[in-house]
DNA sequence: CTATCTGTTATATATTAAGTATAACAATAA
DNA sequence: TTATTGTTATACTTAATATATAACAGATAG
């Protein structure tokens, strides 16, 4: 299954559906040019409503994730590697900074992060479902 | 100014208060025993509602950051250490994978994170204002 | 040409989260 | 005694989230 909603989650679905696209990419599964199912196609798949669908693919593209062509289909688009890079390390830091500050209070370690990190990349590089 | 806090973010007051009381102890200017402001107090100098302010403690002191004394005041808490990591391993998991998906897909190399990650623990560590 | 499918727009509704407002309680501390 | 503390209760407003239903208009496949 490419998407599983927790509906009982604190996070919204749109959200879910968004970040599931994001780790699709991420981990291969989801390459440019890719189609990606019809808001009503996916809604009915998981079980919500299009318009939850659609508010996760404008998101989406408002991010640059995706590329939506009205009345043809929802599009992988791989983007500008610059302008990604961008994109990234504008939405990154607070999040980021907020994570850091709660291990610093917890006694973390950075190398624990470094590692978590690394095997995140490791599993998602490594292109296996 | 302990805390900052910005009525037009899409970040919920009270989190905005949690994150910033999170940092202050990350940063030392927080330690083990200090008390913090009254929620009449810490609510009338940042223009919000005791409520508000009050929501932002009880979810410090269910995450163990604060000890909450009836009648008496609210204060920082060191806690066991143990138990920190191990809070912080639970609740991490999810936004860390999210952020590391984004890098990934925006072809962000993971020595970026690394190097954002320790220049925050050096920022916090180094203990200035 | 005819259906079907596409994203889109519009309207309406229900539920929940977030935030404010006001008042009162009861123990603590000055 | 008096002010301060967190807490509880009630009421209210606003915005976010999600659903439901219908229609539009071009693209596409039969």
């Given at each position: 299954m490419l998407l599983s909603i927790d509906?009982?989650?604190?996070?919204?679905i749109y959200m879910q559906i968004r970040n599931g696209i994001v780790n699709g990419i991420a981990s291969g599964n989801l390459n440019d040019g890719d189609p990606l199912p019809s808001v009503r196609t996916l809604g009915a798949e998981i079980g919500v409503n299009l318009h939850t669908v659609n508010k996760a693919y404008q998101l989406l593209q408002s991010e640059g994730f995706i590329e939506i062509q009205r009345r043809r289909g929802t599009f992988i688009k791989a983007g500008d590697a610059a302008q990604n890079a961008a994109e990234f390390l504008e939405n990154c830091g607070d999040p980021l900074k907020t994570l850091v500050s709660e291990a610093v209070t917890r006694r973390v370690d950075r190398a624990v992060l470094h590692q978590m990190i690394d095997h995140m990349y490791d599993e998602l590089e490594g292109n296996e479902s």
């Amino acid at each position: 299954m490419l998407l599983s909603i927790d509906f009982g989650s604190d996070q919204p679905i749109y959200m879910q559906i968004r970040n599931g696209i994001v780790n699709g990419i991420a981990s291969g599964n989801l390459n440019d040019g890719d189609p990606l199912p019809s808001v009503r196609t996916l809604g009915a798949e998981i079980g919500v409503n299009l318009h939850t669908v659609n508010k996760a693919y404008q998101l989406l593209q408002s991010e640059g994730f995706i590329e939506i062509q009205r009345r043809r289909g929802t599009f992988i688009k791989a983007g500008d590697a610059a302008q990604n890079a961008a994109e990234f390390l504008e939405n990154c830091g607070d999040p980021l900074k907020t994570l850091v500050s709660e291990a610093v209070t917890r006694r973390v370690d950075r190398a624990v992060l470094h590692q978590m990190i690394d095997h995140m990349y490791d599993e998602l590089e490594g292109n296996e479902s």
